[in-house]
């Protein structure tokens, strides 16, 4: 058998060429139907696990996917926003605890989470290094931004500006890293965290700047007994620290601060089920529950899966035709070599043993490279949760 | 049949004793048989084969080498009863025992010459150990028949004569009992003619192997031990064309 099976790699690698043409081909074939197998079960994964740990959300009436899929990974939208009030009214409600949650920004590319505390310890959020983002300011790193950026506690870290040419838009926020979070393989870990004031600072709704007692006068345009009214040349703090910290203020109604959603955490199913049904009911708000919307967009995502499917098989089945052609006509053309290894003394069948095992060489290679494509492709394709 | 005396002292490379065979009739084809009362080939002999086209001259050397099988008689080679074996017994003993030399060389275009040399051990699936024994055999005959310096060359690479050297190295790196040659020459001039069988003879005869050539060439005949006709190697006329 040895002996044959280095004729047939003997073969294989004097025709480079056709062999190569045919792995080529197999490769392919084999990694289309699997990159997609894999991707849609790694989707599925990802989707139901992540749905599966959040009981309920609540958020502005809108597209449910676009809320499920920015509460739960952040993915960027334009949520319609949720008054923090809705906040203080459901948790008098006492059927849940209720998590903030503000996701308007980025810095450096990488979504600002701006929430509680309460969501770290929902999450089971560890610090590696320093800690949770408790003051105004301050930003706690998810494990890959940390790593991507070079960041640890003690640095900083600048906001996006959302409006570059607008000038009556805050600049950004230069902002202290607290602390960084484990590695936790979830959507959490490419996210900056911090506390909800923060998210309002980068708003614009909460500001800081000299008091006004100290104020050039050269910028205020009048006094007041109670108000002092400022040219808009004064210049807001760029950064929070323990010196400018107590300066800032909200000038609007805090009660109207914005939210781009709750997550709400149930004591029971049955609290879960009511909070539901109250909240949809009144209709000001939406409540869903992220499995069941997860189980919708994946009917999605499996009907174009078997789409792939039987793109694959047609593309599989045409590779194969052309495998086996290709090996009937070289079987054809070495029939004289077949002939003469017979007459030395070869096993019976010596032909399609040759055939058959450079065949199998040839899938073999082709498979290893099809899976290997396969795990690169789902190694460094983007992430398709965030993208989709 | 037409011979010089055999040496009997010598162990036999190849014997038929009432052997028949025939090819059964098919449409179109006329039918043909082959007997042969007693033939034997020792040690270090060398015999060529003549007849008409047709006559069975490459049907013998196929019995002989156990690729066709007697429908009658008893056909030993290195002492053992080919026609007494399963069909993958004839197979591994024809590796072991028999070398073969065809016309066209039948070399693998897509090996180098030392590795063609080396296909017999290959098919029979030599072991690692015999290998490396079959090389060291390999590179010795290469040397004995002028391509010592051509073994890693492809077939395309080498001129018709070196072919034809490279064949006769395949044909006895298995050390083998009896070699069987069907037309070598066929496709060489005079002199390259000449110079191969001269070379087969003397590599055949230096390894104690019984050597049978078929051949058209009646100026080459001189040179062998034996000269056989085909058609009169049964009592009557060997075959019936």
Known sequence: M???????????????ARTSILIACVALALWVPWTAGALAGQYDRTLRARAAETPLIIGAPGNRYDLTLAALYFRPSRLETVPYQELERLQEGGKATFVPLHMRFTARGNPIVATSVEYVE??????AEGRHALRLGEV??????????????????????????????????????????????????????????????????????????????????????????????????????EENEGTFHYHGDTALLPLSALLAIPASRKDGTLLKSAVNAAGDLQAVTPTSVIDDLLGVVF???????????????????????????????????????DRIGAPRRVGAGLIGLEAVLVLLVAGALAGGATAATLRWLPDLVSTF | MTSDAAPDARPAGASLRGVSFSYAP??????????????????GEAAAVIGPSGSGKTTLVHLCAGILVP??????????????LTDAERRRERARQVGLVFQEFELLDYLSALENILVPL?????????????????????????IADLLGRTPAQLSQGERQRVAIARALVTEPALVLCDEPTGNLDPDAASGAVDLLLQEARARGAALLMVTHDHGLLDRFDRVLDVTALAGSGGATP
């Open chain 1, 2 to 16: 040895s002996g044959i099976l280095f004729l047939a790699w003997r073969h294989a690698a004097a025709h480079r």
């Open chain 1, 122 to 127: 929902f999450r089971g959020l560890e610090p």
């Open chain 1, 140 to 241: 706690a790193l998810g494990a890959e931004v940390a790593q991507t950026l070079g960041l640890r506690p003690g640095d900083a870290l600048l906001s996006d500006p959302t409006e570059l040419y607008d000038i009556s838009r805050p600049p950004a926020l230069k902002m202290r890293v607290a602390g960084v979070y484990r590695p936790s393989g979830t959507p959490d870990d490419g996210a900056v965290f911090c506390d909800v004031r923060t998210a309002w600072v980068l708003e614009g709704i909460a500001h800081g700047h000299a008091p006004a007692e100290e104020i050039d006068e050269s910028l205020v345009l009048s006094r007041a007994e109670e108000s002092v009214a400022v040219s808009g040349a004064l210049m807001e703090y760029a950064e929070v620290t």
């Open chain 1, 303 to 341: 009907r174009i899966k078997a789409f792939f499917d039987l793109v694959g098989g047609f593309l599989l089945g045409t590779t194969a035709l052309l495998v086996y052609v290709v090996f009937l006509l070289s079987s054809r053309l070495r029939a004289a070599e077949m002939r003469t290894l």
């Open chain 2, 26 to 43: 098919s449409a179109g084809t006329r039918p043909f048989r082959l007997e042969v009362d007693e033939l034997t080939l020792h040690a």
């Open chain 2, 71 to 84: 429908a009658s008689g008893e056909l030993a080679v290195g002492g053992v009863r080919l026609d007494q």
């Open chain 2, 122 to 146: 290959r098919v029979r699936g030599a072991t690692r150990e015999e290998l490396r024994a079959g090389r060291v055999r390999a590179t010795e005959l290469a040397q004995a028949v002028g």
